[in-house]
């Protein structure tokens, strides 16, 4: 039968709501992170990036903070959407290294 | 548009049966990766290619295999299906460069299921 897995967090918004996804990242080393979408039956798309000289970079309706102080990094979306709903996660590059990804926060977006 | 396709999107072996999963980019990209991705753990790498025929283990290389013929083919093998090994499957492809996970673009995964 099938094994049960580990829940992941979950963060419900109101349609129109911004939301903030935090992501805390393990290595010192690591200069380059990757925020994705991965949406119910597909693989993991790209949403931003920022390296680690920046601590904000905006996209469309996207923004990501980065602390590397306390190594943590966030997505936040503006007003956010039904099309929003998905699975977010975190990655960390480091310099000719393997990258390391974060577990993931579901996103559930209430019309 | 950027492609990278995965030869199933859900497949069903029994145990002990030995299981191809096949992955293509259309990028020209060096390297490929086999990651999988199960609830609450995040995406773990199993092997990479970063070359025609040169391959590197991942965090989790044990009961798999890959094989990298031709540039834009990258294939994992399941030598003897464990339950163990049910699963999402994701393959990955990038640019050579500083940064592996620099403009990585994955296939829509495989779901595999061994009973």
């Known amino acids: 039968g099938e094994s049960v897995g580990l829940h992941l967090p979950t963060l419900s918004v109101q349609e129109g709501d911004n939301s903030i996804i935090n992501c805390a990242y393990s290595n010192s080393a690591s200069d380059y992170f990757i925020w994705y979408k991965q949406e119910s039956g597909k693989g993991p798309q790209f949403i931003i990036d920022?390296?680690?000289?920046?601590d904000k970079r905006q996209g469309q309706r996207v923004t990501v903070l980065l602390n590397k102080t306390v190594k943590h990094l966030s997505l936040q979306i503006a007003a956010t959407q039904p099309g929003d709903s998905a699975v977010y996660f975190c990655?960390?590059?480091?310099?000719?290294?393997?990258?390391?990804f974060g577990p993931g926060t579901s996103l559930s977006v209430i019309p | 548009d950027v492609k990278v396709t995965q030869s199933s999107r859900y497949l069903v072996k029994r145990t002990g049966e030995k299981v191809f999963l096949e992955c293509v980019q259309d990028m020209d990209h060096e390297n490929m990766f086999w990651y999988r991705q199960d609830p609450g753990l995040g995406l773990r790498l199993i092997y990479f290619?970063?070359?025609?025929?040169?391959?590197e283990k991942g965090d989790i290389p044990e009961g798999y295999s890959v094989s990298r013929e031709k540039k834009e083919r990258f294939s994992l093998i399941l030598e003897s299906a464990s339950t163990n090994q049910t699963s999402m499957y994701l393959c990955?492809?990038?640019?050579?460069?500083?940064?592996?996970?620099?403009?990585?673009?994955f296939g829509p995964g495989t779901r595999l299921t061994v009973t």
């Open positions: 920022i390296r680690s000289n920046m």
């Open positions: 290619s970063y070359d025609v025929k040169m391959k």
């Open positions: 990655a960390e590059c480091s310099p000719y290294d393997k990258v390391i």
């Open positions: 990955a492809s990038s640019p050579p460069g500083e940064w592996r996970g620099y403009e990585q673009y």
